[in-house]
């Protein structure tokens, strides 16, 4: 298996962002976006890298991009590098299938979660006020139980620290009334179609988030989109609700690290060989499954 990135430098181009796993790089009125294998979990950056993990984000991304764009338009231009500005191509090496060049846009400062099944911290919440984000639940609802139909729930976009969830009131005050109601509208189609190819595959989608950004005041999705990072997957095979469910997503490390005793405030520890291997195999099996690829 190849070696790993930890970090991307591309000393001709202005460093835009650093994110947790992602390095965003400006070019003029274009973005390029390139995915390292960084993972992360509960607000930290791990110090363990996963193999492939930055292809898969990138291609599964991309996939995703051209599936759902006649729900949405998205920022992609390409993710060929052949295709790049003349000054990328002699980094092609390390920009082959973990980059694309998008657009960029003015983001908008919300996480957009649609949640089909109760988990994660969702769950938690229900258990704790019988709401989501402020959307009353049936009582008596199980962990990990399908919902009667899917319900948005936006969640603040926090530069450090945890996201936290806020009623689509709060959503509303924060970016205006139209802007959220067509965000809502576009995001629950977008699971709608995506969850319906996830099934035909045997996966299921039990959440997901989303980022939007305007370019000229039209809406686009950006970031990445239907990632083992950005949601849960669930083979259909073995759900089974009432318990949390066997994962081909990050939960599969968060659940590792609950294990030990780390206590989620000071630097988190490395991963074993095995569950990075795992981890590894885990996000190249849901890659498969959905694209119907079997190689990157």
């Not at 890298?49 to 729900?71: A, H, N, R």
């Not at 109601?181 to 179609?193: A, F, P, T």
């Not at 089974?240 to 659940?255: H, I, T, Y």
Request: glycine letters at 4%.
């Amino acid at each position: 298996m190849e070696k790993p990135i930890a970090d991307i430098n591309l000393p001709e181009l202005h460093l835009y962002k650093k994110g947790k796993v992602r390095n965003v790089f400006e070019l003029e009125d274009k973005l390029l976006i390139v995915a390292t294998d960084r993972i992360s979990a509960f607000d930290f950056v791990l110090p363990s890298l996963i193999p492939l993990k930055g292809k898969i984000l990138t291609q599964l991304s991309k996939f995703w991009f051209d599936y759902t764009s006649l729900v949405c338009p998205n920022h992609l231009i390409t993710a060929e590098v052949d295709e790049y500005p003349d000054i990328l191509k002699k980094h092609k090496e390390i920009l082959e299938k973990r980059s694309m060049l998008v657009k960029k846009t003015n983001v908008v400062s919300v996480e957009c979660v649609v949640r089909g099944y109760l988990a994660g911290s969702g769950w938690k919440e229900y258990q704790a006020t019988g709401r989501i984000s402020g959307v009353k639940l049936p009582a008596n609802l199980k962990e990990s139980d399908r919902l009667t139909e899917p319900i948005f729930t936006p969640a603040t976009k926090a530069e450090e620290g945890h996201d936290l969830n806020i009623s689509f009131k709060e959503m509303q005050k924060l970016i205006g009334q139209a802007l959220s109601q067509k965000i809502k509208k576009v995001s629950l189609e977008l699971y709608q179609r995506a969850s319906l190819h996830a099934l035909s595959k045997g996966i299921i989608i039990a959440d997901t988030k989303f980022e939007f950004g305007l370019e000229k005041n039209k809406l686009v999705l950006i970031d990445e989109v239907f990632t083992p990072d950005s949601s849960r997957f669930w083979p259909l095979a073995s759900y089974a609700p009432g318990k949390s469910q066997p994962s081909l997503d990050k939960q599969f490390v968060r659940n590792y690290l609950e294990s030990t005793k780390w206590d989620k405030k000071s630097s988190p520890p490395q991963l074993p060989p095995d569950i990075v291997e795992q981890t590894s195999k885990r996000y190249f099996e849901i890659f498969c499954l959905l694209t119907g690829k079997n190689e990157l």
